[in-house]
């Protein structure tokens, strides 16, 4: 008993079949991804980290949120803080200085709430008191003076920021740290 078996060839198999003497072919109407407000939408977006913004501007653009905390929403200044802030929400933070878990916003929005830094809820003046830039470790300071909107009520803060290397935050600035000058959690935190 003899038996023999044919296999199709290549080209037959093609579901797009090539003309003779052509190694690709490709015709097709492109499909319309984006929506007709696309724009519109884009310019929407959260505002936060910019890879164009520099230490400088990442800290101001983060305490101009925070003098108009309650527009256009309440506590609006402080989700842009988050969207700043460069710590592993995974994991418990220094970013306050003592280590706490600031994973879930509301945590973190409780701290801004607490005495000594709500100075910077609707602050009415700020001044900068010195910088440093660090290079070689991609880090920038700032000691900042802030004047809140109830009488007598000041206090010095440190901003650390850190330009990331590698991953998607490669290349922006975000908040390491944002320290008060004294003993910020003496009467404790409603944490």
């Known amino acids: 008993m003899s038996f023999s078996l044919s296999l199709p060839s290549p080209q037959s198999l093609s579901l797009f079949p090539r003309p003779a003497g052509s ?5 097709a ?3 319309d991804f984006l929506s007709a407000d696309w ?3 884009r310019r929407k977006r959260p505002f936060g980290p ?3 913004f520099s ?3 990442a800290v101001r653009y983060q305490l101009d949120a925070l003098m108009l905390n309650d527009q256009p929403r309440q506590d609006y200044g402080i989700e842009v803080m988050y969207r700043f802030a460069g710590f592993d929400p995974f994991e418990r933070s220094t970013y306050f200085g003592p280590f706490f ?3 879930q916003f509301e945590r973190f929005r409780r701290i801004f709430h607490h005495s000594t830094y709500r100075v910077f809820l ?3 003046e700020r001044k900068i008191l010195s910088t440093l830039q660090v290079v070689e470790q991609n880090r920038y300071k700032e000691r900042i003076w802030i004047r809140g909107a109830r009488p007598e009520e000041e206090e010095v803060f440190q901003f650390t920021m850190v330009q990331k290397v590698g991953g998607c935050w490669d290349g922006y600035w975000l908040t390491e740290s944002v320290l ?3 003993d910020s959690f003496a009467g404790g935190v409603a944490y």
């Open 122 to 124: 609707g602050h009415k």
């Open 180 to 182: 008060h000058d004294g």
């Open 50 to 52: 910019r890879l164009s």
């Open 39 to 41: 724009l519109e939408s």
């Open 101 to 103: 878990d600031l994973g």
């Open 55 to 57: 230490a400088e501007e």
């Open 23 to 27: 190694r690709f072919r490709a015709s």
């Open 29 to 31: 109407d492109v499909p």
